[in-house]
T-cell receptor, first 115, second 116 residues
Framework: AQTVTQSQPEMSVQEAETVTLSCTYD???????LFWYKQPPSRQMILVIRQEAYKQQNATENRFSVNFQKAAKSFSLKISDSQLGDAAMYFC????????????FGKGTLLTVNP | DAGVTQSPTHLIKTRGQQVTLRCSPKSGHDTVSWYQQALGQGPQFIFQ???????QRGNFPDRFSGHQFPNYSSELNVNALLLGDSALYLC???????????????FGPGTRLLVL
């Protein structure tokens, strides 16, 4: 079974600085997708960024980028120029697709942004 | 463009009771997934409905059941509530049948269930 591990329960960053959130996963699949979701206090889960395992190039979305290391099964999220609105719980998630339709989530990292 | 909506936002029940949660998918979506998120945990997959059938089920007991209607909306039913069923229940919708391997799941705001 696939598992997703987020080893940092909490992280903090100063406004305008950069922070990296860690995620490792375990799978025997060769083709899959990885995601970072953000869950602010409003509770709504918002997709931040997606990475296809077959792509070697790391995904980027504005201030958000990932470091995908397939051999190491590592998928970290870098937030540059942190803003107060980035404060939220961040979840790493795995999806294998095909006939497996579920997202498997880690336990999350609570990010605090200090002004 | 209406996003995923869920009702009610909060609910309080007592042990042994039954509860029904509702979800309307994002406009144009035909698939609904349900997740349970316990406090301090990541969401856990309950099941997914497509074409009014349960397409995949997670590791949850039969007390958890669901339904999808012809308009693609969905209900999650939980019978014989236990204290441990207290959680945030998230609904996610997606569009299937496009031939793509990945179906982006969009989440609703959730229903907070408290079982006393």
């Amino acid at each position: 079974a696939q598992t997703v591990t987020q080893s940092q329960p909490e992280m903090s960053v100063q406004e305008a600085e950069t922070v990296t959130l860690s995620c490792t996963y375990d799978t025997s699949e060769s083709d899959y997708y990885l995601f970072w979701y953000k869950q602010p206090p409003s509770r709504q889960m918002i997709l931040v960024i997606r990475q296809e395992a077959y792509k070697q190039q790391n995904a980027t979305e504005n201030r958000f980028s990932v470091n995908f290391q397939k051999a190491a099964k590592s998928f970290s999220l870098k937030i540059s120029d942190s803003q107060l609105g980035d404060a939220a719980m961040y979840f790493c998630a795995y999806y294998s697709g095909g006939s497996n339709y579920k997202l498997t989530f880690g336990k999350g990292t609570l990010l605090t942004v200090n002004p | 463009d209406a996003g995923v909506t869920q009702s009610p936002t909060h609910l309080i029940k007592t042990r042994g009771q039954q509860v029904t949660l509702r979800c309307s998918p994002k406009s144009g979506h035909d698939t609904v997934s349900w997740y349970q998120q316990a406090l301090g945990q990541g969401p856990q997959f309950i099941f997914q409905y497509y074409e009014e059938e349960e397409r995949q089920r997670g590791n949850f007991p039969d007390r958890f059941s669901g339904h999808q209607f012809p308009n693609y909306s969905s209900e999650l039913n939980v019978n014989a509530l236990l204290l441990g069923d207290s959680a945030l229940y998230l609904c996610a919708s997606s569009l299937a049948g496009t031939g793509a391997r990945w179906e982006t799941q969009y989440f609703g705001p959730g229903t907070r269930l408290l079982v006393l």
